[in-house]
C-alpha cells in the first residue's frame, strides 16, 4: 500500500492521508507547492503538514457535513483565506465557497486538476464523493464514509436503496481507483467480513495484509476499487455467498439486492 503512495513521486504528485482524532483519515494532495485537502476534521494535523513542507492550501473538498469532516474548515482558512472551500450544495458547510452537485467538474488549477463531483445519499442525504485522474497517476476517489475497507457508513439519513445506488455509481468506476476513504475501520470491518464470506481467500488475503500494516503503524488505505469488488461485502450483495449469509442471517428470504443490503448492514451494525 506504501508502494503506492511512493509511486505518486515519480509524477510530480505525493498523497498522503493525515491521522486525525482517534481514527480518521484528512486527504492531503499535492503538486508544485500546492495542495488540497478532503474533510479536515480539525486543523492541526493539516497545518502541521503544510508548514513542514512549505506548501500553500489551495483548495478543501468537503464531502458531508458531519463535524469530523468539516470542523478544521475556519481555522484553515483563517491561515490560508485564499483556500477555496467545496461542498455538498444540499448541506449546510462551513465557509463554503463552491456548491456541488452530480456531474459539476471542479477545476484546481493550482495542482493541474478536475474533480468530478458524485452525488452518493446514504451515510447523508447530501453526500458527495470527488473523482479525479491527475496525470500519471491512478484514478482518485475521495469518497468520505460511504465505503470503507470492506465496508460502507452507517445509514444516518438516507435509505437502503440510495446507498445501493451510491455504491452502484462507485463500483463503475475504473477498477484501478484507489478509494480514499476517511477512516481507519480495516481490521474491525474484516473481522466481520469474515463472518459473512469466511471462505474468500481474497479476503483472508486482505485481512493478513491489513494486519501487517497496522502491526507496521501504516494505514491500510487507500485501497482499490478493484480489491473492495473482492472483499467488501457491501459491494458483493449479488454473489450467491454473501446472498447465502444474509438469508441465513435474516432468517428469511431476501427478494432484492436491496434487501441483502439491509440486512448486512443491519448485521455490521450489531456487530
Same mark, same amino acid.
Given at each position: ?17 493525515? !491521522? ?180 474468500? !481467500? ?70
Amino acid at each position: 500500500m506504501m508502494n503506492v503512495l511512493a509511486s505518486f513521486a515519480t509524477t510530480g504528485y505525493s498523497l498522503t492521508p493525515l !491521522p486525525a482524532f482517534n481514527d480518521n483519515y484528512i486527504w492531503l494532495l499535492e503538486y508544485a507547492g500546492h495542495a488540497l485537502v478532503v474533510d479536515p476534521g480539525e486543523a492541526e494535523p493539516v497545518l502541521l503538514a503544510l508548514q513542514q513542507r512549505n506548501l500553500v492550501l489551495s483548495a478543501i473538498l468537503i464531502t458531508h457535513h458531519h463535524g469530523d469532516h468539516t470542523g478544521g474548515v475556519n481555522d484553515l482558512l483563517r491561515y490560508a483565506p485564499d483556500a477555496v472551500v467545496y461542498g455538498p450544495a444540499s448541506e449546510r458547510i462551513p465557509s463554503r465557497n463552491v456548491a456541488v452537485k452530480q456531474d459539476d467538474q471542479l477545476h484546481i488549477p493550482d495542482l493541474k486538476l478536475t474533480c468530478t463531483v458524485v452525488d452518493i445519499p446514504g451515510h447523508t442525504a447530501g453526500h458527495v464523493a470527488y473523482y479525479s485522474i491527475p496525470e500519471g497517476c491512478p484514478p482518485l476517489l475521495f469518497c468520505g464514509d460511504t465505503i470503507f475497507s470492506m465496508g460502507c457508513g452507517r445509514l444516518f439519513e438516507g435509505t437502503p436503496a440510495q446507498m445501493v445506488s451510491s455504491l452502484g455509481k462507485l463500483t463503475s468506476l475504473p477498477p484501478d481507483t484507489l478509494i480514499c476513504c476517511a477512516h481507519e475501520y480495516t481490521l474491525s470491518n474484516a473481522r466481520w467480513a469474515l463472518t459473512v464470506e469466511p471462505d474468500n !481467500p481474497a479476503l483472508l488475503a486482505r485481512y493478513e495484509e491489513a494486519l501487517q500494516q497496522r502491526a507496521d503503524n501504516l494505514p491500510t488505505v487507500p485501497t482499490s476499487l478493484q480489491t473492495e469488488l473482492a472483499t467488501n461485502p457491501f459491494l458483493r450483495i449479488r454473489e450467491p455467498d454473501v446472498v447465502h449469509a444474509a438469508t441465513a442471517r435474516a432468517q428469511t428470504p431476501l427478494a432484492t439486492s436491496v434487501d441483502v443490503f439491509a440486512c448486512l448492514r443491519e448485521w455490521k451494525n450489531q456487530a
